[in-house]
């Protein structure tokens, strides 16, 4: 079965400094990988996903991730980060009918 | 459109009384979930559906169930609430959902208290 793991659940960095979210995934079947986002008092969005193909991926608002089969990894990251990207992230697996979410990782930027 | 869409926005129940959550979607997707956020949790899967008329439980089922009898609507139920269901819940649609290569896309969430 798919699971995720968010290696922090809090990251604090200043605004302009680079933003880097873990994510660790273990699967025995190809990986449907995802970034979700949720601003304070709302639903989550979709900031990208990866499922086949370019392992860098981009999405919404600068931000980018790496699919790293040989670490079983799926960082995200954004070269400078804004005050308003700050969030909780969650990372996401992709399984049969359903996707498996890691506990989140609250994102603080310091002005 | 509206996307997806979740009644009540917020709620307060006694222990033992019943509640209806109703989630909308306006997408036409097949897929629907019902998902809880408790802190240090993330979300967990609560109940889905995979078309109309079909229900399957997700990872923490227990004293909820399910009905979609439209398409377009998911309903969630507490028979009989506790204070171990006091969280947030939000509700997803994804078109097809197979091997969850689909983006889902969520509701704004509901809160609920049980006291």
């Known amino acids: 079965a798919q699971s995720v793991t968010q290696l922090g659940s809090h990251v604090s960095v200043s605004e302009g400094a680079l933003v880097l979210l873990r994510c660790n995934y273990s699967s025995s079947v190809p990986p449907y990988l995802f970034w979700y986002v949720q601003y304070p008092n709302q639903g989550l969005q979709l900031l990208l996903k990866y499922t086949t193909g370019a392992t860098l991926v981009k999405g919404i608002n600068g931000f980018e991730a790496e699919f790293k089969k040989s670490e079983t990894s799926f960082h995200l990251t954004k070269p400078s980060a804004h005050m308003s990207d700050a969030a909780e992230y969650f990372c996401?697996?992709?399984?049969?009918?359903?996707?498996?979410f890691g506990i989140g990782t609250k994102l603080q930027v310091i002005p | 459109n509206a996307g997806v869409t979740q009644t009540p926005k917020f709620r307060v129940l006694k222990t033992g009384q019943s509640m209806t959550l109703l989630c909308a979607q306006d997408m036409n997707h097949e897929y629907m979930y019902w998902y809880r956020q408790d802190p240090g949790m993330g979300l967990r899967l609560i109940h889905y559906?995979?078309?109309?008329?079909?229900?399957a439980k997700g990872e923490v089922p227990d004293g909820y169930n399910v009905s979609r009898l439209k398409k377009q609507n998911f309903l969630l139920g507490l028979e009989s609430a506790a204070p171990s269901q006091t969280s947030v819940y939000f509700c997803?649609?994804?078109?097809?959902?197979?091997?969850?290569?689909?983006?889902?896309?969520f509701g704004p969430g509901t809160r609920l208290t049980v006291l």
């Open positions: 997803a649609s994804s078109p097809l959902g197979y091997f969850s290569t689909d983006t889902q896309y």
């Open positions: 996401a697996g992709g399984g049969y009918q359903k996707v498996t």
């Open positions: 559906s995979v078309g109309e008329g079909t229900t």
